[in-house]
Protein backbone atom coordinates (compact mmCIF):
# COMPACT_ATOMS: atom_id res chain seq x y z
CA UNK A 1 0.00 0.00 0.00
CA UNK A 2 1.54 3.36 -0.93
CA UNK A 3 2.49 5.79 1.54
CA UNK A 4 -0.87 8.60 2.04
CA UNK A 5 1.46 11.54 3.30
CA UNK A 6 3.43 13.62 0.87
CA UNK A 7 6.68 12.24 -0.25
CA UNK A 8 8.87 15.15 0.64
CA UNK A 9 7.88 14.45 4.42
CA UNK A 10 8.35 10.55 4.09
CA UNK A 11 11.73 11.11 2.51
CA UNK A 12 12.61 14.31 5.32
CA UNK A 13 12.03 11.90 8.00
CA UNK A 14 13.57 8.74 6.39
CA UNK A 15 17.15 10.53 6.27
CA UNK A 16 16.67 12.00 9.51
CA UNK A 17 16.07 8.98 11.48
CA UNK A 18 19.04 7.60 9.11
CA UNK A 19 20.74 10.41 11.57
CA UNK A 20 19.49 9.48 14.68
CA UNK A 21 16.67 11.88 15.03
CA UNK A 22 13.83 10.71 17.75
CA UNK A 23 10.34 10.47 17.26
CA UNK A 24 9.81 13.28 19.57
CA UNK A 25 12.41 15.61 18.15
CA UNK A 26 10.81 14.94 14.71
CA UNK A 27 7.43 16.12 15.89
CA UNK A 28 8.83 18.99 17.27
CA UNK A 29 10.68 19.86 14.57
CA UNK A 30 7.93 19.29 11.43
CA UNK A 31 5.17 20.98 14.02
CA UNK A 32 6.72 24.06 14.29
CA UNK A 33 7.21 23.88 10.34
CA UNK A 34 3.48 23.87 10.26
CA UNK A 35 2.89 20.13 9.73
CA UNK A 36 -0.41 18.99 11.32
CA UNK A 37 0.36 16.79 14.42
CA UNK A 38 -2.39 13.95 13.24
CA UNK A 39 0.34 13.72 9.43
CA UNK A 40 3.29 13.49 11.37
CA UNK A 41 2.43 10.58 13.40
CA UNK A 42 0.78 9.01 10.28
CA UNK A 43 4.18 9.35 8.15
CA UNK A 44 6.02 8.05 11.52
CA UNK A 45 3.37 5.27 11.34
CA UNK A 46 3.70 4.40 7.84
CA UNK A 47 7.59 4.09 7.89
CA UNK A 48 7.58 2.04 10.51
CA UNK A 49 5.33 -0.11 8.77
CA UNK A 50 7.55 -0.23 5.52
CA UNK A 51 10.53 -1.29 8.19
CA UNK A 52 8.54 -4.34 10.09
CA UNK A 53 6.66 -5.55 6.77
CA UNK A 54 3.47 -5.04 9.39
CA UNK A 55 0.37 -3.26 9.35
CA UNK A 56 -0.22 -1.22 12.52
CA UNK A 57 -3.30 -2.98 14.23
CA UNK A 58 -6.23 -1.57 14.34
CA UNK A 59 -7.12 0.08 17.63
CA UNK A 60 -10.14 1.54 19.67
CA UNK A 61 -10.14 5.99 19.46
CA UNK A 62 -11.16 7.11 22.80
CA UNK A 63 -11.59 10.38 20.92
CA UNK A 64 -15.03 11.04 19.41
CA UNK A 65 -14.78 14.81 18.42
CA UNK A 66 -18.83 14.40 17.56
CA UNK A 67 -19.46 12.93 20.82
CA UNK A 68 -17.08 15.51 22.64
CA UNK A 69 -18.82 18.61 20.98
CA UNK A 70 -22.06 17.56 21.87
CA UNK A 71 -21.25 17.29 25.63
CA UNK A 72 -19.35 20.00 25.77
CA UNK A 73 -22.34 21.53 24.28
CA UNK A 74 -24.35 20.83 26.52
CA UNK A 75 -23.19 21.62 29.37
CA UNK A 76 -21.86 25.03 28.06
CA UNK A 77 -25.49 25.64 27.55
CA UNK A 78 -26.73 24.19 31.00
CA UNK A 79 -23.95 26.46 32.61
CA UNK A 80 -24.97 29.31 30.74
CA UNK A 81 -28.83 28.93 31.66
CA UNK A 82 -28.27 27.82 35.52
CA UNK A 83 -25.93 31.03 35.97
CA UNK A 84 -28.06 33.82 34.36
CA UNK A 85 -31.20 31.73 36.25
CA UNK A 86 -28.83 32.25 39.72
CA UNK A 87 -28.55 35.52 39.23
CA UNK A 88 -31.91 36.47 38.03
CA UNK A 89 -32.63 35.19 41.45
CA UNK A 90 -30.13 37.18 43.45
CA UNK A 91 -31.30 39.90 41.50
CA UNK A 92 -35.16 39.61 42.65
CA UNK A 93 -34.04 39.17 46.10
CA UNK A 94 -31.61 42.31 46.58
CA UNK A 95 -34.75 44.13 45.07
CA UNK A 96 -36.78 42.75 47.66
CA UNK A 97 -34.10 43.13 50.59
CA UNK A 98 -33.01 46.51 49.74
CA UNK A 99 -35.95 48.43 49.15
CA UNK A 100 -36.00 51.16 46.85
CA UNK A 101 -38.67 53.67 46.95
CA UNK A 102 -38.31 55.04 43.31
CA UNK A 103 -38.18 51.57 41.83
CA UNK A 104 -40.91 49.68 43.40
CA UNK A 105 -41.65 45.68 42.39
CA UNK A 106 -43.90 45.43 39.10
CA UNK A 107 -47.24 45.29 39.30
CA UNK A 108 -47.17 44.55 42.83
CA UNK A 109 -46.23 40.95 42.31
CA UNK A 110 -44.71 38.60 45.27
CA UNK A 111 -41.12 37.60 45.24
CA UNK A 112 -42.51 33.91 44.55
CA UNK A 113 -43.79 34.91 41.36
CA UNK A 114 -41.07 36.94 40.42
CA UNK A 115 -38.13 33.73 40.96
CA UNK A 116 -40.48 30.68 39.79
CA UNK A 117 -39.27 30.85 36.18
CA UNK A 118 -35.38 31.48 37.34
CA UNK A 119 -36.03 28.69 40.22
CA UNK A 120 -37.28 26.07 37.94
CA UNK A 121 -34.81 26.99 35.07
CA UNK A 122 -31.98 26.62 38.21
CA UNK A 123 -33.83 22.98 39.93
CA UNK A 124 -33.44 21.37 35.86
CA UNK A 125 -30.25 22.88 34.71
CA UNK A 126 -27.91 22.68 37.26
CA UNK A 127 -28.11 19.40 37.93
CA UNK A 128 -27.73 18.32 34.75
CA UNK A 129 -24.63 20.31 34.37
CA UNK A 130 -23.10 18.72 37.41
CA UNK A 131 -24.47 15.16 35.48
CA UNK A 132 -22.49 15.81 32.25
CA UNK A 133 -19.54 17.48 33.99
CA UNK A 134 -19.12 13.98 36.03
CA UNK A 135 -19.09 12.28 32.79
CA UNK A 136 -16.66 14.52 30.76
CA UNK A 137 -13.92 14.11 33.91
CA UNK A 138 -14.71 10.54 33.90
CA UNK A 139 -13.91 10.10 30.10
CA UNK A 140 -10.81 12.27 30.81
CA UNK A 141 -9.34 10.07 33.60
CA UNK A 142 -9.68 7.00 31.41
CA UNK A 143 -8.70 8.62 28.35
CA UNK A 144 -5.82 11.66 29.38
CA UNK A 145 -5.73 12.26 25.77
CA UNK A 146 -9.16 13.56 25.15
CA UNK A 147 -7.65 16.84 27.37
CA UNK A 148 -6.49 17.57 23.98
CA UNK A 149 -9.04 17.57 21.95
CA UNK A 150 -9.89 20.54 19.93
CA UNK A 151 -13.39 20.79 20.65
CA UNK A 152 -12.88 21.07 24.33
CA UNK A 153 -10.16 23.70 23.82
CA UNK A 154 -12.19 26.30 21.47
CA UNK A 155 -15.09 25.66 23.54
CA UNK A 156 -13.24 26.56 26.96
CA UNK A 157 -11.69 29.29 25.50
CA UNK A 158 -15.15 30.30 24.21
CA UNK A 159 -16.36 30.03 27.82
CA UNK A 160 -13.54 32.21 29.21
CA UNK A 161 -13.95 34.93 26.73
CA UNK A 162 -17.64 35.38 27.63
CA UNK A 163 -16.78 35.03 31.60
CA UNK A 164 -14.04 37.49 31.12
CA UNK A 165 -16.38 39.83 29.18
CA UNK A 166 -18.73 40.02 31.68
CA UNK A 167 -16.43 40.62 34.37
CA UNK A 168 -14.65 43.25 32.05
CA UNK A 169 -18.51 45.27 31.90
CA UNK A 170 -19.67 44.66 35.16
CA UNK A 171 -16.24 46.43 36.40
CA UNK A 172 -17.02 49.09 33.57
CA UNK A 173 -20.34 49.49 34.93
CA UNK A 174 -19.36 50.25 38.18
CA UNK A 175 -16.42 52.67 37.62
CA UNK A 176 -18.98 54.39 35.58
CA UNK A 177 -21.54 54.47 38.50
CA UNK A 178 -19.11 55.60 40.90
CA UNK A 179 -17.90 58.47 38.49
CA UNK A 180 -21.21 59.87 38.36
CA UNK A 181 -22.05 59.58 41.96
CA UNK A 182 -24.83 57.69 41.81
CA UNK A 183 -23.85 54.45 43.41
CA UNK A 184 -26.47 52.78 45.69
CA UNK A 185 -26.17 49.73 48.26
CA UNK A 186 -29.12 47.90 45.50
CA UNK A 187 -26.34 48.06 42.65
CA UNK A 188 -23.37 47.43 44.06
CA UNK A 189 -24.55 44.10 45.28
CA UNK A 190 -25.73 43.16 41.94
CA UNK A 191 -22.52 44.26 40.86
CA UNK A 192 -20.85 41.94 43.36
CA UNK A 193 -23.38 39.20 42.45
CA UNK A 194 -22.20 39.01 38.72
CA UNK A 195 -18.82 39.68 39.16
CA UNK A 196 -18.74 36.45 42.06
CA UNK A 197 -20.66 34.05 39.47
CA UNK A 198 -18.72 35.13 36.87
CA UNK A 199 -15.68 34.93 38.02
CA UNK A 200 -16.27 31.72 39.87
CA UNK A 201 -16.76 30.41 36.38
CA UNK A 202 -13.90 31.93 34.66
CA UNK A 203 -11.28 30.72 37.66
CA UNK A 204 -13.14 27.09 37.21
CA UNK A 205 -12.14 27.00 33.33
CA UNK A 206 -8.94 28.53 33.95
CA UNK A 207 -8.09 26.05 36.35
CA UNK A 208 -9.49 23.24 34.00
CA UNK A 209 -7.11 24.56 30.99
CA UNK A 210 -3.99 24.46 33.49
CA UNK A 211 -5.04 20.91 34.77
CA UNK A 212 -4.72 19.99 30.87
CA UNK A 213 -1.69 21.38 30.31
CA UNK A 214 0.19 19.90 33.24
CA UNK A 215 -1.40 16.78 32.38
CA UNK A 216 -0.04 17.12 29.09
CA UNK A 217 3.52 17.77 30.30
CA UNK A 218 3.55 15.08 32.52
CA UNK A 219 2.34 12.63 30.21
CA UNK A 220 5.44 13.44 27.84
Known amino acids: MPPSTPAELQNFIATAKERGASDETLLGILENAGWPKSEIWTALGERYEALSGLRIPPGKKSTTPAKDAFLYLLSFATLATWTISLGSICYSLIDDWIRDPLAPNYYGTSLSYQIS??????????????????IILS????????LESGVRKWLTYIALLIAASVMIGDVVTFLAYYLRGELTSRFVAKVAVTLLISGGVFWYYLGSLHDAQKGAADAH
Open 139 to 146: QTRQAPEK
Open 117 to 134: TELAALIVTFPLYLFVMR
